[in-house]
């Protein structure tokens, strides 16, 4: 794939905090090992690509499967995965506990940056808040604008390099064919509905998109 598609970047891994926190040792230490092969087979052909693993956030801050809300940080899957040229992001801050956007803190990406973090670019590979009510968040579509809003200032303070938002449309959980419910969490993260409808957070990510790139 690398010397087909020739990326810039290149994906080994996901979430691999989260992983390690709930799944057994055994399915955490396949992915360090397989991620390890793959970046050794990808460094035989390209030694220019950025490799990068993803963290998930919420868990990197103790707030989804972490030991009670204290802080984790990313030391453990730097160490592990030692062969990253850039990191990934996943952040769903809704589902760690933030009722509001502006109630994220904006260290919320930097503080994952302190100590050997900081010569790594920074990119968020997925994520999203809903325009809908989830769970005990009560959101709207009012609220997930800010939330593109908040989120754009978040990656500036980190000096982040890429933002991709993972659902441009709304998910139509009938459509996937799995149990009701499993979906529901993140079938309305999208931009656009499912008729391809513009929600009131297009506009904002359309100005952010429009910024010059640097």
């Given at each position: 794939?690398?010397?087909?598609?020739?990326?810039?970047?290149?994906g080994?891994?996901?979430?691999?905090?989260?992983?390690?926190?709930?799944?057994?040792?055994?399915?955490y230490n396949?992915?360090?090992?397989?991620a390890?092969?793959?970046a050794t087979?990808?460094?035989?052909?390209?030694?220019?690509?950025?490799?990068?693993t993803?963290?998930?956030?919420e868990?990197?801050w103790?707030k989804?499967?972490?030991?009670g809300?204290a802080?984790?940080g990313?030391?453990?899957?730097?160490?592990?995965f030692?062969f990253?040229?850039?990191?990934?992001l996943s952040?769903?801050?809704?589902?760690?506990?933030?009722?509001?956007?502006?109630?994220?803190?904006?260290?919320?990406y930097?503080?994952?940056q302190q100590?050997?973090?900081?010569?790594?670019?920074?990119?968020?590979i997925?994520?999203?808040w809903?325009?809908v009510?989830?769970?005990?968040?009560?959101?709207?579509?009012?609220?997930?604008?800010?939330?593109?809003?908040?989120?754009?200032?978040?990656l500036?303070?980190?000096?982040a390099?890429?933002?991709?938002?993972i659902?441009?449309?709304?998910?139509?959980e009938?459509?996937?064919?799995?149990?009701p419910?499993?979906?529901?969490?993140?079938?309305?993260?999208?931009l656009v509905?499912?008729?391809?409808?513009?929600?009131?957070?297009?506009?904002?990510?359309?100005a952010?998109?429009?910024?010059?790139?640097?």
């Amino acid at each position: 794939m690398d010397t087909i598609v020739r990326p810039d970047y290149l994906g080994l891994a996901s979430e691999t905090n989260l992983v390690r926190a709930v799944a057994p040792a055994s399915v955490y230490n396949a992915v360090v090992q397989a991620a390890g092969m793959a970046a050794t087979s990808v460094s035989i052909v390209d030694s220019t690509v950025k490799l990068y693993t993803t963290v998930q956030v919420e868990t990197a801050w103790g707030k989804l499967a972490g030991p009670g809300g204290a802080y984790v940080g990313i030391d453990r899957d730097l160490a592990d995965f030692g062969f990253i040229g850039a990191l990934g992001l996943s952040s769903y801050p809704y589902l760690g506990g933030f009722a509001d956007p502006d109630s994220i803190p904006l260290d919320y990406y930097t503080r994952l940056q302190q100590g050997n973090m900081v010569r790594f670019p920074t990119l968020v590979i997925e994520g999203g808040w809903p325009s809908v009510p989830v769970g005990a968040v009560a959101s709207d579509e009012a609220m997930q604008r800010r939330y593109i809003a908040r989120h754009s200032r978040l990656l500036d303070q980190a000096g982040a390099a890429a933002w991709f938002q993972i659902t441009f449309t709304d998910l139509d959980e009938a459509a996937y064919g799995f149990p009701p419910g499993v979906l529901t969490p993140f079938s309305h993260l999208g931009l656009v509905d499912t008729t391809l409808t513009p929600k009131a957070a297009l506009s904002e990510w359309d100005a952010i998109f429009a910024r010059p790139r640097r």
